[in-house]
């Protein structure tokens, strides 16, 4: 004990940065316990769409909607998640499974569903950004295509010229 003593007399800003760590990782865990939703990654959310069927909704903004969401995802802007939205609030007994692009509006979402009263609120952690990278299906609207279908000049070129040597072949016989 006295060595202890010692040591954070000799280390007053290592012990004080370390205190303020621990309390911020304390407080960080209370706080994650006591929230009315749930943390579920790639995986977690995989099992709760094949098992229960829930609500799902991206708080993303339109254009990131567009460019990819989870099949059968509802596009619900922040701005729309509010006590006055029947939509919403006539599907209360169901689970609802929340994301943003990289969760970091999802959250405060989630804790807006709470306490608009639904009782079984999921977030996925990571967002759609963790959602891609592991490697889980994603739907794009029509609009949303890359231009080109992903062809470059080169490859059009590439296929004018074949279809010109064809037709020249077709032409000599």
Same mark, same amino acid.
């Given at each position: +004990?006295?060595?202890?003593?010692?040591?954070? $007399? *000799?280390?007053?800003? /290592?012990?004080?940065?370390?205190?303020? =760590? @621990?309390?911020?990782?304390?407080?960080?865990?209370?706080?994650?316990?006591?929230?009315?939703?749930?943390?579920?990654?790639?995986?977690?959310?995989?099992?709760?769409?094949?098992?229960?069927?829930?609500?799902?909704?991206?708080?993303?903004?339109?254009?990131?909607?567009?460019?990819?969401?989870?099949?059968?995802?509802?596009? +619900?802007?922040?701005?729309?998640?509010?006590? $006055? *939205?029947?939509?919403? /609030?006539?599907?209360?007994?169901?689970? =609802? @499974?929340?994301?943003?692009?990289?969760?970091?509006?999802?959250?405060?979402?989630?804790?807006?569903?709470?306490?608009?009263?639904?009782?079984?609120?999921?977030?996925?952690?990571?967002?759609?950004?963790?959602?891609?990278?592991?490697?889980?299906?994603?739907?794009?609207?029509?609009?949303?295509?890359?231009?080109?279908?992903?062809?470059?000049?080169?490859?059009?070129?590439?296929?004018?010229?074949?279809?010109?040597?064809?037709?020249?072949?077709?032409?000599?016989?």
């Amino acid at each position: +004990m006295e060595r202890i003593l010692e040591f954070i $007399g *000799n280390h007053t800003i /290592l012990t004080g940065i370390f205190g303020v =760590v @621990l309390l911020a990782w304390i407080i960080y865990e209370i706080s994650r316990m006591t929230r009315q939703w749930k943390e579920v990654d790639s995986l977690g959310a995989v099992q709760l769409i094949n098992r229960e069927d829930p609500i799902i909704l991206d708080v993303s903004n339109s254009t990131d909607y567009a460019k990819g969401h989870i099949h059968g995802a509802l596009h +619900m802007p922040p701005s729309k998640i509010e006590a $006055g *939205n029947q939509q919403l /609030l006539k599907h209360k007994e169901r689970p =609802v @499974l929340v994301y943003c692009k990289s969760g970091q509006v999802s959250p405060q979402m989630a804790t807006r569903l709470a306490r608009l009263g639904f009782s079984n609120v999921n977030m996925l952690t990571g967002g759609l950004t963790q959602w891609i990278a592991d490697q889980q299906p994603v739907t794009r609207h029509k609009g949303a295509a890359k231009s080109g279908s992903g062809k470059t000049k080169k490859d059009k070129k590439d296929k004018k010229k074949s279809r010109n040597e064809s037709n020249q072949a077709s032409e000599d016989s």
